[in-house]
């Protein structure tokens, strides 16, 4: 990390980040408030708190223990269950070997993730590979990452497994959670291949699929699913990169910004405005900061969402979004087509009304 961004910290140790939270990064990639903060390492829920905007983010304890003791029902008696699982799915060879990287309480993280260097440097000898310990550089800090599994494939192709506990009903399943989970997954995958060429492997050995193991029709049976994360990967890899270049953003602004969190609201709050946000309500779900970014971006279009930023291009406040649409503001060149669809709506809704 950059002397510039440790700036912007001040005294407060930089929040370490984890599947999850590298994940989240790909859900606002055109913000560059989100940018800055992550990669200086400033800790988003305290902030949010420190500054009266607390949001509510992380599962339920009922959520965390459903997810728990499902997984340990799945990896009993040797991942018995999971294997006859991923067989189906995967091909997995079901007499295959299993290795619990995780088994030693007293470990450090830096010895099991040398071990899991060790085994996949070595040829594919276990079929499943538990509790792995995997790393990711993110904006120059080291990262450990802890997928839930990962699988060999027959002809030696690892697939990440990840396992959740939410449910596949009749063959669906809540889209904003499957789609959390292909982000996350994705993270994994992309520091499996990094670790694979680190080691002189081909990192296309690992699998663009990943393999999402759930609950089935309101049971604890579980139930799995391929799924195709190279979007994900994309956007991922984009987002890392761009991580890496903000310094400059970082640097650009003024020598008194900061976000040390030993300062006051009022002081935290002004250094804030000095980073440009691009609130979305998909940041609701995504970002520790979205309570306070509502507040601030209420009355512009753009708090709507990006289909109506995206359709009022050029109008950026509702009320002049409103004017426009009753007639008492003329449209400026470039709010002209903007202005002819908010007074065809104001027609449409007149008509009816
Ligand atoms: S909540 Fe704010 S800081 Fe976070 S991504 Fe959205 S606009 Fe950016």
Redesign the pocket.
């Known amino acids: 990390m950059t002397a510039g961004l440790d700036r912007l910290r001040g005294g407060t140790p930089p929040k370490r980040h984890n599947a999850r939270t590298i994940a989240a990064l790909t ?2 990639p055109g ?1 560059t ?2 940018a800055v ?1 992550d990669a200086a390492g400033v800790d988003k829920p305290k902030l949010a708190q420190r500054i009266g905007f607390p949001g509510s983010f992380g599962q339920s304890r009922f959520a965390l223990a459903r997810g728990n003791g499902f997984e340990a029902m799945l990896k009993a008696d040797d991942c018995a269950l999971l294997r006859k699982v991923l067989t189906e799915c995967l091909q997995l060879d079901a007499a295959g070997g299993y290795d619990d990287l995780g088994e030693d309480d007293d470990d450090t993280l830096t010895a099991r993730h040398r071990r899991t260097r060790e085994l996949l440097a070595g040829a594919a000898g276990a079929a499943l590979i538990d509790h792995p310990l995997l790393t990711l550089d993110v904006a120059g800090q080291r990262v450990f990452l802890e997928p839930d599994l990962i699988a060999l494939q027959i002809e030696g192709r690892l697939h990440v497994v990840e396992i959740k506990s939410f449910a596949i009903v009749d063959g669906q399943a809540d889209s904003a959670k499957v789609s959390a989970a292909a982000v996350q997954a994705a993270v994994y995958v992309l520091a499996l291949r990094r670790l694979l060429a680190e080691l002189g492997h081909d990192p296309t050995l690992v699998s663009h699929d990943v393999v999402l193991v759930c609950t089935e029709n309101f049971s604890l049976q579980p139930a799995a699913v391929v799924l195709d994360v190279r979007k994900q990967l994309s956007t991922l890899q984009r987002q890392l990169a761009r991580l890496a270049s903000v310094s400059e953003l970082a640097a650009a602004l003024p020598g008194s910004v900061s976000f040390d969190l030993a300062l006051g609201p009022a002081d935290l709050t002004a250094a804030l405005r000095h980073v440009e ?4 309500p998909e ?1 609701l779900s ?2 520790e ?2 309570v ?2 509502r507040h601030e971006a209420a009355g512009s279009t753009a708090a709507l969402g990006r289909p109506v930023r995206d359709a009022l291009g050029g109008v950026d406040t509702v009320a002049e979004a409103l004017a426009l649409a009753a007639g008492t503001a003329e449209p400026a060149e470039d709010q002209v087509e903007a202005a002819a669809l908010l007074r065809a709506a104001a027609r449409l809704r007149a008509e009816l009304a």
Do not use: H, Q, T
């Not at 946000?277 to 979305?280: D, V």
């Open positions: 859900g606002n913000c408030r989100r903060l946000a691009r609130y979305a940041c995504a970002c900061l979205a306070y970014c």
